[in-house]
């Protein structure tokens, strides 16, 4: 990669850096995740989202290493509905593999050697005994033994822990008020984790790059399709996956991400580039168009740059868009980035007003972002009480003429505007009854 395309990666990596940080991110890596070759890399990752203030909690699982060690051990063991029947031996085994798993992932995240992304991390792992389980006990005629569920979440005491700057480390072992030890889904605690956190995001890495349909990657999902399609889902182990992000979506999780720990960078892809890697679920996955806050002026400025540069927008100070910031309207995509914006100026005439720096981000062009903008100020204008729009531009006459505008002369708008009218400019003029 050249200099000048790491000065664009930043470029755009920049407004999800500073909308992560402080936020809590609840990671599920699961046991085959820990197992792939690429795992080194998955927590060199990890840490870096670490190191960029991210507040990270890490669920990890075991259930294939939990696997060979029953294996290795000459035993068996059933599953109901795609859950582990534990009985005491097996859940010797479960100790050890969880044991040996939670050792590996914290040996990589204790390393800092030279030349390598982990140095001068210094990362502090912090674990304790946050979960609180209980059995699955009998159902359907089937005792789970020591299969558990969580029964709670030490959330004060992972916040405590994160706000200081440790990365917090949890395994799918809960312990009961008796002390017993129980067989935890790592995912079903994770969703649970980060719906006890509040958390802004759960990150689900395992060995499956996301939902697939037809083989292709379903990029983003609601959750009533989440609901759809694990009511349609054959398989237990999709169905589990779907019920732990549809469980954390639908009580106040806003997002949840499905990655695959094979991509090199799968994580940082998801979370830092707009098309990701994985799956995104959310609520309602669509986009937002709201009025413009004074926290918007710096995306807009970025969105109207390059169109300013190529004088297709009157060039705005920053100061001057601070001053009218609640004049525009913004599309915001699923994740934040601003996707497109207009503004509504109003003039002398109170039945007239302005149209005015209407732009889409250059990677959504041809995607209707414009046009969805336009009946947003049209309403809002109706609204003031407008009867008329007017618009100039130099450029993009054509676009207004296929939304129903016509071309006006100088002395056809309201006087304030006739009178600012930059005649060196040149710019052409439309208007709209509304």
């Keep these: 990669m050249n200099e000048n395309h790491y000065v664009e990666f930043f470029r755009q990596t920049s407004p999800y850096i500073h909308a992560h940080r402080g936020k809590t991110f609840v990671i599920a890596l699961g046991g085959d995740a820990v197992l792939h070759g690429n795992f080194h890399s998955t927590v060199h990752d990890i840490a870096l989202l670490q190191s960029l203030g991210i507040r ?21 063991t059933e599953f109901n509905n795609g859950i582990r029947i534990t009985d005491g031996d097996a859940m010797h085994c479960v100790k050890e593999a969880v044991g040996a798993t939670r050792l590996q992932i914290e040996s990589e995240l204790s390393m800092g050697l030279p030349n390598s992304p982990m140095h001068g991390a210094r990362i502090r792992v912090i674990g304790s005994n946050f979960v609180t389980a209980k059995p699955v006990g009998v159902r359907d005629g089937i005792d789970f033994q020591r299969t558990g569920e969580v029964r709670r979440i030490d959330a004060g005491a992972i916040q405590d822990q994160v706000k200081e700057g440790a990365l917090v480390l949890i395994s799918p072992i809960g312990f009961s008020p008796t002390g017993e030890a129980f067989n935890l889904s790592y995912q079903d605690l994770a969703a649970q984790t980060a719906v006890a956190l509040k958390a802004e995001k759960l990150i689900l890495v395992s060995q499956a790059r996301g939902i697939l349909s037809d083989g292709n990657l379903v990029r983003a999902l609601s959750l009533p399709e989440v609901k759809t399609l694990r009511a349609k889902s054959a398989d237990s182990a999709e169905q589990q996956l779907l019920s732990s992000v549809y469980q954390a979506c639908g009580n106040g999780v806003d997002r949840v991400h499905l990655v695959g720990c094979a991509e090199d960078g799968g994580l940082l892809s998801e979370l830092f580039t707009r098309d990701g890697s994985g799956t995104l679920v959310m609520k309602d996955h669509s986009e937002v168009i709201r009025p413009a806050t004074i926290d918007d002026v710096g995306g807009i400025i970025n ?20 001053t009218e910031i609640s004049r525009f309207m913004l599309v915001v995509h699923p994740e934040g980035v601003l996707l497109g914006c207009a503004a509504l100026y109003p003039t002398t005439d109170d039945n007239v007003g302005e149209l005015a720096c209407v732009a889409s981000h250059p990677e959504f062009h041809g995607q209707g972002i414009a046009s969805r903008l336009f009946d947003a100020i049209v309403q809002e204008a109706k609204q003031q009480g407008l009867k008329q729009l007017f618009a100039l531009t130099t450029q993009t006459a054509h676009w207004f003429l296929e939304r129903g505008f016509v071309e006006s002369a100088v002395a056809d708008l309201p006087a304030q505007k006739q009178s600012l009218y930059n005649y060196q400019r040149n710019s052409r003029i439309f208007s709209k009854s509304i």
Aim: charged share 25%.
């Design 303 to 322: 969105l109207i740059a390059p169109m300013e540069e190529q004088q297709v927008l009157v060039k705005r100070s920053r100061e001057l868009l601070e």
């Design 56 to 76: 990270v909690v890490l669920v990890h699982g075991a259930r294939p290493q939990t696997d060979q060690r029953i294996t290795l051990s000459g035993l068996k």
